[in-house]
């Protein structure tokens, strides 16, 4: 069974960089399209991105267009989210999940979350 593990978050201040990771174990990594997600309290979890399984397509919202860059290292399990420019509306919670092969928006289609990590960004 796939069990995904996020990290990298933290406080940034406006205008600086973080990259996320997403590390999985437990079943075949290549099999799976991973999605970046984000939420705030009281908000809808918001899709930020995806890439594919084999890494040939990715999908990014258009809030982070031009600064976020997804990427994948299936040789090592893991799924990164370097995030330049970050802007205060940026603070959300990230968490990573997975599907089956190709991305979808729809948060119902991934079957398989992380925990989430923490991403602060403010002066």
């Known amino acids: 069974q796939l069990q995904l593990v996020e990290s990298g978050g933290g406080l940034v201040q406006p205008g600086g960089s973080l990259r996320l990771s997403c590390a999985a174990s437990g079943s075949t990594f290549g099999y799976y399209a991973i999605g970046w997600f984000r939420q705030a309290p009281g908000k809808e979890r918001e899709r930020v991105s995806c890439?594919?399984?084999?890494?040939?397509?990715?999908e990014y919202a258009d809030s982070v267009k031009g600064r976020f860059t997804i990427s994948r290292d299936n040789a090592k399990n893991t799924v990164y989210l370097q995030m330049n420019s970050l802007r205060p509306e940026d603070t959300d919670v990230y968490f990573c999940a997975a599907r089956h092969f190709a991305c979808s928006r729809y948060k119902e289609y991934y079957g398989t979350w992380g925990q989430g990590t923490r991403v602060t960004v403010s002066s």
């Open positions: 890439i594919s399984n084999g890494g040939l397509s990715t």
